[in-house]
Each structure stands twice: as structure tokens, then as C-alpha cells.
């Protein structure tokens, strides 16, 4: 397998994937790599290593190899590994507050909260959305689409942990294969708001870019504009709602949903999200340099410490009784807050418009 195959399997790695990096000590003996990773990493048993293999998810010196691979001193292996499957009957009930929009036999729509995981993953297997979700059905089972894991029953679509606002939860097998089926057409209407760095100077506009894995920091995604292959296919539709200066509010419409796409997006045409620690938009990246307005800056940051995201509308076909449905989300207080200040910052520097900063 070619190191480019290699990097078209990554695109498809998330958060269900366990990863692993091991550099070989310069006196290990040579021996299989599936025994030796056995060894290494806890609760690994050789199936499931020999299933990665087979997959092309165990690396050596950046290539794929097979489970007979006798490993030599100062290799660098690199591991991703499927998860032990867990089911919904493992997932521990929890009360967690859901603010419920609107439920009835067959749907659940829910306005979420920033901050709140939304499956068991990695380092999350409690306090989830999904935790939360046991605990309020107590004995009814949700369903789990189909591909999906077991341990997300009831989901179709899903939400950053710190991006707030709707998300449509199935009750019954027909309610999730009619929305999966939505969100498979494009179908869905979903609207974000957005708090970017920068002036947007279009009032509109189309960001169609191939969203994949960061060819190098691999929690992040990224646009690949050259080799299109190592992503999926994105598109986001644009509005601008305000300008205030060194920031704007921006009405952001999913055509495909694909990992974090309207924070990879809006960075890549030069206007990351305010606050979005994993991309960069922690820091001033708009502005003056005098003391006063870096401060301005941090303070805003307290308000709202996380990325300045919303999914401030929903809308869909109901699954059963084939009527449209539309939901909206009012900005929570955070991001309203912070926005606020933006506000107040803007009218008070209406005079240092045209200085080019």
C-alpha cells in the first residue's frame, strides 16, 4: 500500500479510533509486531491488532505492514485501533439537564449545550448527551442507524462538544432511517451563526473545499485543495449579518456535513472563528497592537471560552407524518454576550473606520 493510500484511510479516522505512538528502543530484539504491540498497549488483544493491520491502520516509518512484521530498534510505529465495541445497555444513565425543544412519539429535538459531549468516545465514556439520553428514556431503546456504533443510539447527525444549538434525536427505527436518509439527500436545513476574525467582505458567498485530516496535526482537519482524495466533499453557503470591524457575524448554511466543516471552512477563506482554540482563533488576529485592545480582546474571550459557533436553526421533513418542521435556537449567553461587547467596542471606534488596520 502506497504512503498517499495510507493518508486516504486516515481522512476517515475519528474519535472512535484508539491512537498510538511508539518509538522502539535501540536494543529491542527483533520480534512480531502484533506480540510486541500486545505488550505495549493495555487491553489489546492480537485480533484487534491484526485487524488494524488488515487495515492499514498499524504503520511502521510511515508505511502499512502486516502482523508478521518483525519490528526493529528505533521504529516508529504508529497505531489506530478500533474501539472495543461498546453497546447502549453499557452506557451509563445519567441526569443530564436536556433542554428539550420539542418531542413527540417519534422525534426529539434538542437545543444543546456548549460545553456537552454528545456520544461516549475517547476520554468521554460518561457525561454525554448520550448518557443523558439513557437516562430520560430509562427502559425504552433508541435506535442506532444502521453503520452506525451501538453506543450512539437515537443519533443521525452530531454537534461539536463546544458549538451550542439543535440537534434531532430518533425514538423508533423508522424515525432514524427517514432522517438519515435527509442528512444522506442534503436535505436538511441547518443554519449556524458565527463569530469570525476580520471584516467579511462579501455579503455572500460558496466555500466548496475537500475536507480531510491535517496532513500533519491529525486532531485538526483541513482543506485540501491539490489532492481533493484525501478529503470528503464540502460546501458551505455564507451570509454576512454585521460587520463590526475586527470581527463578524456570519450566517453559515451546511450543504454536507462533514467534521468540524464551518470552522475548517471559514478558516481556510481567512476568517477563523472567534475563540476556536484548535484552529488558532484564541489569539488577536485582527486588530490594533495597543495594550488597551488586547485586553478588550481578552476580556471577550472570558465571556464566551470556547469557539463563537450556534446552530441557530434546524428544519427537516418529519419522518412519519411527512410535515416540515422548523426549529430555532436563540444565541445562548454567552455568545450574545460576547457579541454584545463587540458591539458596544465597534460604536465607540466608528472614527478608526478607513485606517486600514
Not at 488483544?45 to 508505511?63: D, L, P
Not at 454585521?242 to 456570519?250: D, G, I, P
Not at 475548517?264 to 472567534?274: A, E, Q, S, Y
Request: proline content about 4%; overall charge negative.
Amino acid at each position: 500500500m502506497s504512503e498517499k493510500e495510507n493518508e486516504v484511510q486516515d481522512e476517515n479516522l475519528d474519535d472512535l479510533y484508539e491512537q498510538y505512538s511508539i518509538i522502539v528502543d535501540k536494543k529491542q530484539s527483533p520480534i512480531r509486531i502484533d506480540k510486541f504491540l500486545m505488550s505495549r498497549i493495555e487491553n489489546a488483544t492480537r485480533s484487534r491488532i491484526q485487524s488494524a493491520c488488515k487495515a492499514g491502520r498499524v504503520r511502521v516509518n510511515g508505511n502499512a505492514i502486516k502482523s508478521n512484521y518483525k519490528i526493529r530498534p528505533s521504529d516508529e510505529i504508529k497505531v489506530f485501533m478500533e474501539h472495543e465495541p461498546h453497546n447502549v445497555q453499557g452506557v451509563k444513565p445519567e441526569p443530564i439537564p436536556l433542554n428539550i425543544v420539542y418531542e413527540d412519539d417519534y422525534i426529539l429535538v434538542i437545543n444543546k449545550q456548549a460545553g456537552l459531549v454528545v456520544h461516549p468516545g475517547v476520554g468521554n465514556w460518561s457525561g454525554t448527551l448520550v448518557n443523558g439520553l439513557v437516562h430520560y428514556f430509562e427502559s425504552k431503546e433508541l435506535p442506532v442507524m444502521a453503520g452506525n456504533q451501538p453506543d450512539r443510539p437515537g443519533l443521525v447527525h452530531r454537534i461539536d462538544k463546544d458549538t451550542s444549538g439543535l440537534l434531532v434525536v430518533a425514538k423508533t427505527e423508522d424515525a432514524i432511517s427517514g432522517l438519515s436518509k435527509q442528512f444522506f439527500d442534503h436535505s436538511i436545513e441547518r443554519e449556524y451563526l458565527a463569530l469570525v476574525w476580520g471584516n467579511v467582505e462579501d455579503e455572500k458567498g460558496t466555500i466548496e473545499g475537500s475536507i480531510g485530516r491535517h496532513p500533519t496535526l491529525r486532531t485538526q482537519m483541513f482543506v485540501h485543495e491539490e489532492e481533493e482524495e484525501l478529503g470528503k466533499h464540502a460546501i458551505t453557503h455564507y451570509e454576512l449579518l454585521e460587520n463590526l470591524y475586527y470581527v463578524s457575524l456570519v450566517k453559515c448554511k451546511l450543504e454536507t456535513g462533514r467534521t468540524h466543516q464551518i470552522r475548517v471552512h471559514m478558516k481556510f477563506i481567512g476568517h477563523t472563528l472567534f475563540n476556536d482554540a484548535k484552529y488558532g482563533g484564541d489569539k488577536v488576529l485582527k486588530g490594533t497592537v495597543f495594550t488597551n485592545y488586547r485586553r478588550f480582546v481578552e476580556n471577550t474571550f472570558d465571556l464566551i471560552p470556547r469557539q463563537a459557533l450556534h446552530a441557530a436553526s434546524l428544519g427537516f421533513i418529519h419522518p412519519i407524518t411527512k410535515e416540515k418542521m422548523h426549529f430555532t435556537a436563540e444565541l445562548p449567553p454567552d455568545f450574545a454576550a460576547a457579541l454584545e461587547k463587540w458591539r458596544g467596542y465597534t460604536s465607540t471606534r466608528k472614527e478608526l473606520k478607513g485606517d486600514g488596520a
